[in-house]
């Protein structure tokens, strides 16, 4: 069986869509621990803001149930439009899919919770519509292991490709010549990247004698 080639992100080809990163549906993740979760999902919130990605907020049951979107994650894009909905499913949204439509990108980096329901039930849908589906799996999180291992089967054996939060954040960037991007990636990885933002700080401070990373915020300041 062949399997078709899914050609690399860039900023141009890809929409990111963030779904039910709200309280009471991270209260139910079990797969993944919930502060590294956090920390993912707003290291791939501001991959694409820094290089200027379309994104969809979506939320379900905000007042009824679940709380609202993680203030942290649309602090990031104030004013935007949050579509709420009732559905466990995205795709079952008429104005989701008109938006994702309206934006036109075939390629749809998605990270939801919980995985098996919120991620998988848009993105086998998505798929089954044309759409390519990119399931960040460090940005999403299940009720347990087994659930979000299963889900995320599923979705690859639907053809959708997973990826990580970081993938996303230097595929988008690509070549370090990029000088447009490069201080603000930079930033990303020293606030999210975890060992690798320590490797940067060190290479900064030890190797090529630069400040530490807070008193270069206040000089930019």
């Not at 609202?68 to 994650?73: I, S």
């Not at 979000?148 to 970081?166: D, E, K, L, N, S």
């Not at 954040?169 to 320590?198: N, P």
Request: charged share 20%; with cysteine; glycine share 6%.
């Amino acid at each position: 069986m062949s399997h078709p080639i899914h050609s690399l992100l860039t900023p141009e080809n890809c929409t990111v869509v963030f779904i039910d990163h709200q309280p009471q549906m991270a209260f139910g993740v079990a797969s993944i621990d919930r502060q590294t979760l956090l920390n993912n999902t707003v290291g791939l919130a501001k991959a694409a803001k820094v290089f200027n990605v379309p994104v969809i907020l979506t939320t379900v049951e905000s007042e009824s149930f679940s709380g609202n979107m993680w203030p942290q994650l649309t602090d990031l894009f104030p004013g935007q439009k949050h579509f709420e909905r009732t559905s466990m499913n995205s795709w079952e949204d008429k104005a989701f899919v008109a938006e994702v439509e309206r934006l036109g990108r075939k390629k749809l980096v998605i990270a939801a919770l919980w995985t098996e329901v919120c991620l998988t039930f848009p993105a086998i849908q998505a798929m089954e519509a044309g759409f390519e589906v990119y399931a960040v799996e460090d940005a999403s999180g299940g009720t347990s292991e087994a659930a979000h291992r299963c889900a995320m089967q599923r979705i690859v054996q639907a053809g959708g490709v997973p990826v990580t939060w970081q993938q996303v954040l230097l595929e988008f960037q690509r070549d370090w010549a990029r000088r447009e991007t490069y201080d603000a990636v930079m930033k990303i990885v020293l606030e999210h990247s975890g060992a690798y933002g320590q490797g940067v700080e060190y290479a900064y401070t030890m190797v090529h004698k630069q400040p530490p990373m807070g008193l270069r915020h206040k000089a930019e300041k």
